[in-house]
């Protein structure tokens, strides 16, 4: 299978900085990266796929790069409603579709 | 508009076997590039990937699962089934049904049913 890791595991930040979290896989995915935004009692939100490809309706503050297995989310001004946890998930071809561990991000 | 709905019981005992359905409308899982998926969330704790179907009936599971997993669609139903046996209090999770279209990632979710396993 192919593992998934992110950090930090915790981000505290204020609104308006400027936040990164990373996502790297064991083996190459070939840009098959996706990310999510999740708040507590809901479903999983997608943000990204094919690792920096913006869902519509998600706002531009929002980005992805990367390649390989190195990947990262930028939120380049964080506001109070993207105090949520983060993950990431490879969806490459035949294998498992893993999930990263989870980063949340709270108020400082 | 496409949407999904998990359904299933909201308590198993320890060794029964968990069945869960995913009712979906608004899209044919049998058009091209079409994967719905099972994911689910113990509480408090992080996603966990279980096992997706594809449009052309190509089936994949967790290989730590594997052996309790089974997956399967019915197209004339717009319905996919998950069965998970021998039910343990740890597989107690809010479980999700999700879609994927073409080379997007699951962009669309239902709003998941809650599992519990006790005796």
């Known amino acids: 299978d192919i593992q998934m890791t992110q950090s930090p595991s915790t981000l505290s930040a204020s609104v308006g900085d400027r936040v990164t979290i990373t996502c790297r896989a064991s083996?190459?995915?070939?840009?098959?990266l996706a990310w999510y935004q999740q708040k507590p009692g809901k479903a999983p939100k997608l943000l990204i796929s094919?690792?920096?490809s913006l869902e519509n309706g998600v706002p531009s503050r929002f980005s992805g790069s990367g390649s390989g297995t190195e990947f990262t989310l930028t939120i380049s001004y964080l506001q109070p409603d993207d105090f949520a946890t983060y993950y990431c998930?490879?969806?490459?071809?035949?294998?498992?579709?893993?999930f990263g561990p989870g980063t949340k991000v709270d108020i400082k | 508009q496409v949407t999904l709905r998990e359904s299933g019981p909201a308590l198993v005992k320890p060794t029964q076997t968990l069945t869960l359905t995913c009712t979906f409308s608004?899209?044919?899982?049998?058009?091209?590039?079409?994967?719905l998926t099972w994911v689910r969330q113990p509480p408090g704790k992080a996603l966990e990937w279980l096992a997706r179907i594809d449009w052309d009936d190509g089936k994949y599971y967790s290989t730590s699962l594997r052996t309790r997993l089974t997956i399967s669609k019915d197209t004339s139903k717009n319905q996919v089934v998950l069965s998970v046996t021998n039910m343990d209090p740890v597989d107690t999770a809010m479980y999700y049904c999700?879609?994927?279209?073409?080379?997007?990632?699951?962009?669309?979710w239902g709003q998941g049913t809650m599992v519990t396993v006790s005796s």
């Open positions: 998930q490879q969806y490459y071809s035949y294998y498992p579709f893993t």
């Open positions: 094919r690792a920096s």
């Open positions: 083996q190459s995915i070939n840009g098959w």
């Open positions: 608004g899209v044919s899982l049998s058009t091209i590039g079409m994967c």
């Open positions: 999700a879609l994927r279209t073409g080379i997007r990632a699951f962009g669309i």
